[in-house]
């Protein structure tokens, strides 16, 4: 079992910025990659972005390159959402999830995702 529990969530102006954090416990050692996913209201929940825990290789959806990045520190078992420039359209609850899978290539779907958080709300306003 992976426990993930997101914090940094809030608040804040559009063209502002927030960086979330998810910390991993328990066996994290099954885990190969750590990705992000948001809910906005009324809406299906979307991938955002992903990392893999060794090497680092990064993946983001289009919606976010150039605003929102994600990183990792391994010793603290910890992977970030820095994000920049927050529009309206970016208010959602935002997950955090562990994949145990190597499936890299598809990285952005939910199945790929073994161990999800219990989500932290962005609320960004105009």
């Known amino acids: 079992q992976v426990q993930l529990v997101e914090s940094g969530g809030g608040l804040v102006q559009a063209g502002g910025s927030l960086r979330l954090s998810c910390a991993a416990s328990?066996?994290?050692?099954?885990?190969?990659?750590m990705g992000w996913f948001r809910q906005a209201p009324g809406k299906e929940r979307e991938f955002v972005a992903a990392?893999?825990?060794?090497?680092?290789?990064?993946y983001r959806a289009d919606s976010v390159k150039g605003r929102f990045t994600i990183s990792r520190d391994n010793a603290k078992n910890t992977v970030y959402l820095q994000m920049n420039s927050l529009k309206p359209e970016n208010t959602a609850v935002y997950y955090c999830?562990?994949?145990?899978?190597?499936?890299?290539?598809?990285?952005?779907?939910?199945?790929?995702?073994?161990?999800w958080g219990q989500g932290t709300q962005v609320t960004v306003s105009s």
């Open positions: 999830a562990a994949a145990s899978s190597t499936g890299w290539r598809t990285i952005s779907a939910e199945y790929e995702y073994d161990y």
């Open positions: 328990g066996r994290t050692s099954s885990s190969y990659a």
């Open positions: 990392i893999r825990w060794s090497g680092g290789n990064m």
